[in-house]
C-alpha cells in the first residue's frame, strides 16, 4: 500500500474508533498517528505486487522453454494473409486512388471552367453592362445594403 494510503487508513481508524493495528515481533502495536517522510521516498513495491510479477516472468520463462521443442523450423511453405495487407492490396489501392485523384482533377477542370462562364455571365448582364452586384460601389453604398440586408435578416428571423 502506498504510503499516503497507509496515512489516510490510521487517520480513519483514530479516535474514537479503535485505531489502526500493526504487528511487530513483540505483538500487536496500536497506531495512532502517521506521516509520509518528506524526504526522497523509495518506489512503491508492495510484496503482492512484486510476488506476482515474479511468478508471471517465471511463468512466461518455463512456457518458453516448454514449448521450445515446438518451434523447430520445418520444411514447409506458410501463406502469410499478412502479405495481402501489405502488398496486394496497397497496390489495388494505390491504383484506386491514382484513378480518383485524375477524375477529380478532371471534374475540377470541368467546375472551374463553367463557374468561369457562369461568372462571367453574372457580372455581365444584356448588352456586355456590368450588373449591379459586379460594379465597384462606394463603400457608403455597401454600408447600406449590408444594413438593409441585416434588418431584413433580423425581421425574418424574430418574425
Known amino acids: 500500500m ?4 497507509i496515512v489516510n487508513l490510521v487517520r480513519a ?23 509520509v517522510h518528506a524526504g526522497e521516498v523509495a518506489p512503491n513495491h508492495e510484496p503482492g505486487k512484486v510476488l506476482f510479477y515474479l511468478q508471471l516472468l517465471l511463468f512466461s520463462g518455463l512456457a518458453f522453454f516448454l514449448l521450445l521443442p515446438l518451434m523447430k523450423r520445418t520444411l ?9 495487407w501489405r502488398v496486394v492490396f496497397f497496390r489495388l489501392g494505390s491504383i484506386v486512388y491514382d484513378a480518383v485523384g485524375r477524375v ?11 463557374a468561369g462562364a457562369a461568372i462571367a455571365k453574372i457580372e455581365r448582364g444584356k448588352g456586355g453592362r456590368l450588373n449591379l452586384f459586379a460594379r465597384s460601389q462606394p463603400i457608403a ?16 428571423y424574430f418574425f
Open 13 to 35: 481508524l483514530a479516535p474514537p474508533y479503535l485505531g489502526a493495528d500493526c504487528r511487530t515481533s513483540d505483538g500487536l502495536a496500536k497506531v495512532w498517528k502517521a506521516r
Open 76 to 84: 514447409t511453405i506458410s501463406l502469410d494473409a499478412d502479405w495481402f
Open 104 to 114: 477529380g482533377g478532371a471534374l475540377e477542370s470541368a467546375a472551374r471552367a463553367g
Open 2 to 5: 502506498p504510503a499516503q494510503g
Open 141 to 156: 453604398t455597401t454600408a447600406l445594403w449590408i444594413a438593409l440586408l441585416l434588418t431584413g435578416y433580423v425581421l425574418a
